[in-house]
């Protein structure tokens, strides 16, 4: 298959993990200048106090000044609903461009309703700098990178291609942890089927960095494996799996998972490209806590 960029290009990519959410994020690097691009940041929160803190977001700043990259981009691989995002004060202290992919005006427009958040909330993704579709290339230095849709846990998620290495999201976890849910208001397990084959079609030695682990079994945090080893080894979509029997096995595990607790905050701070909602008419800012309605 001929793919829009040179899939032989090297990045640098150094992932950080936040053990309070098992959330990795990432600098992808280019090696041949300063460039560098920041993938699914993420903003400390406290549910129970209603407290944010930037520690997790502090680390990557303070490797960004260390090595004296320049950011570039700072990209969010879906709408998460399992972390805050960090982006703007990534993007105040580093700069660069803010992007996701397009169908998050879907996303915006579901939990909109879910959060009550009235016509003063913008859902044209306009709070974004950049909306990604299918196929869109960008530069992170002389770095050529790519996106591919990969809806099914939301739609508006899409993987990274950045020369050998593959930002995956939530489309797929380590071999041992599967793929992602979809039963959250807009996911399918039929479309992520076809997202994780569209993603696995890359040639097998493409590396891969996957946005949560979850050490399954007690076994140690990772966070890179291959296309490979995805289809070789991957507990619910090795070569061989049919689709029929994936939705079958995604619906019935779905239905005995609990909500991820950081699942109200994330997704309307997320949906606003990380943002808190407006203040009032005193100055305080306020999340909804929608009784019955996930």
């Not at 996701?100 to 700098?129: C, H, L, M, P, W």
């Not at 996106?147 to 593959?166: E, S």
């Amino acid at each position: 298959m001929d793919w829009p960029v040179d899939l032989t290009q090297k990045p640098e990519v150094k992932g950080f993990f936040d053990p309070e959410t098992n959330t990795i994020s990432y600098c992808v690097k280019d090696p041949g200048s300063s460039a560098c691009a920041l993938y699914d940041s993420v903003l400390d929160f406290d549910f129970a106090s209603g407290r944010t803190s930037k520690k997790s977001a502090d680390a990557l700043i303070a490797y960004v000044k260390q090595h004296k990259l320049d950011v570039e981009w700072i990209i969010e691989s879906h709408v998460h609903a399992d972390h805050l995002s960090a982006a703007p004060y990534l993007q105040e202290q580093l700069g660069g461009k803010l992007g996701i992919g397009a169908r998050v005006i879907e996303v915006q427009d579901i939990f909109g309703k879910i959060f009550n958040e009235g016509t003063e909330f913008q859902r044209d993704g306009s709070q974004f700098d950049a909306l990604f579709e299918e196929g869109d290339t960008y530069q992170i230095g002389g770095l050529d990178a790519f996106v591919i849709a990969t809806p099914g846990h939301t739609p508006a998620c899409m993987a990274h291609v950045i020369g050998d290495a593959i930002i995956a999201g939530d489309t797929l976890f380590m071999p041992d942890g599967g793929s992602a849910r979809c039963d959250f208001p807009g996911g399918d397990a039929r479309e992520l089927y076809a997202s994780i084959k569209k993603v696995l079609s890359l040639p097998s030695e493409m590396r891969m960095f996957i946005c949560h682990d979850y050490g399954p079994g007690g076994r140690e945090i990772a966070w890179e494996t291959s296309v490979g080893e995805q289809r070789s080894k991957n507990i619910h979509v090795h070569d061989g799996v049919v689709e029929d029997e994936y939705v079958k096995m995604r619906t019935e595990r779905d239905a005995q998972l609990s909500m991820p607790k950081l699942i109200i905050p994330s997704v309307q701070v997320n949906m606003r490209a990380g943002e808190m909602p407006e203040p009032d008419a005193s100055g305080k800012r306020y999340l909804k806590v929608p009784v019955d309605g996930l």
